[in-house]
């Protein structure tokens, strides 16, 4: 069991005829994920609104922002539990046999347009066998190709255009690799949560977008970029690209910082809660 607190403050300044947001910053609620000691603080008198989604458990806020500055916090305790399996055990699962929730992560979406991936999906990993060894062959081709950089990237940028650029951040390896999967029937999706053991050389600590793909037993974790440690992610938002989770969504006149995030991982062998590491280990918080 891994225990994360971790707590994120994003901050606005508000037009004079107020804006509608649409926040997706708690913690997702899941079988292998349990949130306590949550606390949520609103710098206006306002009343907020949330939302669940009923598959993926992602969680949503919608308030009705005052004009001026506004600040919204959220902080929690997060425990996550991790399958972990031998990767050569762990297979590919034939279409046929997927189970029905699933199969929407096989089409294309606005930023991971598999349909135009399939000759270079087939010329590049058509021939490995099939399991969770060629999703990692993906996911370091996908690293080696793209090269991180900040700010070279925006929220129009899809797949093709990081493959042919050559450069991107988290999301843009994220949705690379999902395409590739997706155009070998393999079903993937985005997942955001926070960059927990990045290199402070890239940056203070953000929001991160990973990737998920379903194999035998269940979703696996794959940090597509390769610059934060999967053990140390908290499942945020769960869709078929960025464009299903954006951490804030703003409707209205609106100006926005930088959200200021903090994360600690409670170490406490005692306890049961070491200190989130790498490991070789097929990793899941969805697998049975």
Same mark, same amino acid.
């Given at each position: 069991m891994i225990r994360i607190e971790h707590q994120v403050s994003l901050q606005y300044q508000i037009g004079a005829a107020g804006a509608d947001l649409i926040l997706n910053i708690h913690a997702a609620q899941t079988a292998c994920q349990s949130v306590g000691q949550e606390r949520v603080h609103i710098s206006q008198p306002v009343v907020y609104e949330m939302f669940v989604d009923p598959v993926t458990r992602s969680r949503f806020m919608r308030l009705?922002?005052?004009?001026?500055?506004?600040?919204?916090?959220?902080?929690?305790?997060v425990d996550v539990r991790h399958?972990?399996?031998?990767?050569?055990?762990?297979?590919?699962?034939?279409?046929?046999?997927?189970?029905?929730?699933t199969l929407t992560y096989l089409n294309p979406s606005r930023y991971c347009q598999s349909d135009q991936f399939s000759q270079l999906a087939m010329q590049q990993f058509g021939a490995w066998p099939k399991?969770?060894? !060629?999703?990692? $062959?993906?996911?370091?081709?996908?690293?080696? #190709?793209?090269?991180?950089? &900040?700010?070279?990237?925006? /929220?129009? %940028?899809?797949?093709?255009?990081?493959?042919?650029?050559?450069?991107?951040?988290? !999301?843009?390896? $994220?949705?690379?690799?999902?395409?590739?999967? #997706?155009?070998?029937?393999? &079903?993937?999706?985005?997942? /955001?949560? %926070?960059?927990?053991?990045a290199d402070p050389a890239l940056g203070p600590p953000d929001f991160h977008a990973y990737v998920e793909v379903y194999l035998e037993g269940g979703w696996y974790i794959f940090d597509a970029s390769g610059t934060a440690i999967p053990m140390?992610?908290?499942?945020?938002?769960?869709?078929?690209?960025?464009?299903?989770?954006?951490?804030?969504?703003?409707?209205?006149?609106?100006?926005?910082?930088?959200?200021?995030?903090?994360?600690?991982?409670?170490?406490?062998?005692?306890?049961?809660f070491p200190q989130p590491a790498h490991t070789d280990c097929a990793l899941s918080t969805d697998a049975g």
């Open positions: 009705r922002a005052l004009p001026g500055w506004l600040q919204v916090q959220h902080s929690a305790s399958h972990q399996r031998d990767p050569d055990a762990v297979g590919e699962v034939a279409v046929s046999s997927l189970p029905f929730e399991g969770y060894r !060629r999703v990692q $062959a993906i996911q370091r081709w996908v690293q080696q #190709r793209v090269r991180f950089t &900040p700010n070279v990237s925006d /929220t129009n %940028t899809s797949a093709i255009e990081t493959l042919r650029s050559g450069q991107g951040v988290c !999301r843009d390896f $994220a949705h690379l690799m999902i395409a590739l999967c #997706r155009a070998l029937c393999i &079903p993937a999706r985005f997942s /955001t949560g %926070t960059d927990w053991g140390g992610f908290i499942r945020i938002g769960t869709g078929r690209d960025a464009a299903d989770v954006p951490f804030a969504s703003m409707y209205g006149g609106v100006m926005a910082q930088a959200p200021v995030i903090h994360s600690r991982a409670i170490e406490d062998t005692r306890r049961g």
